[in-house]
């Protein structure tokens, strides 16, 4: 069975930064394109990067420039790193893969 399991999120001034860990545990991890989604109160889940086995990365236009996905492979770990946060980055980020869904930590930009 595949866990997915989120930390890192908090609460983060205008123009700092925050970074997520995703530990998944229960399949060959290093196989899998893994993915950072978001949602924010009201309105759909969207999604914010993904990152392939081979370390190809993907980002929406939102954070391009501002946040980086990577992964560790020997650790089953998969990061966001948040920087030059906005206020709109506030939600609740979600760690994907498949149909494999984290519980979600929640990120909080306010000043």
């Known amino acids: 069975q595949v866990q997915l399991v989120e930390s890192g999120g908090g609460l983060a001034q205008p123009g700092g930064s925050l970074r997520l860990s995703c530990a998944a545990s229960?399949?060959?991890?290093?196989?899998?394109?893994m993915g950072w989604y978001r949602q924010a109160p009201g309105k759909q889940r969207e999604l914010v990067a993904t990152?392939?086995?081979?370390?190809?990365?993907n980002y929406a236009d939102s954070v391009k420039g501002r946040f980086t996905i990577s992964r560790d492979n020997a650790k089953n770990t998969v990061y966001l790193q948040m920087n030059s946060l906005k206020p709109e980055d506030t939600a609740v980020y979600y760690c994907?893969?498949?149909?494999?869904w984290g519980k979600g930590t929640l990120v909080t930009v306010s000043s």
């Open positions: 994907n893969r498949d149909n494999y």
């Open positions: 229960g399949s060959i991890f290093r196989f899998y394109v």
């Open positions: 990152i392939t086995s081979g370390g190809s990365t």
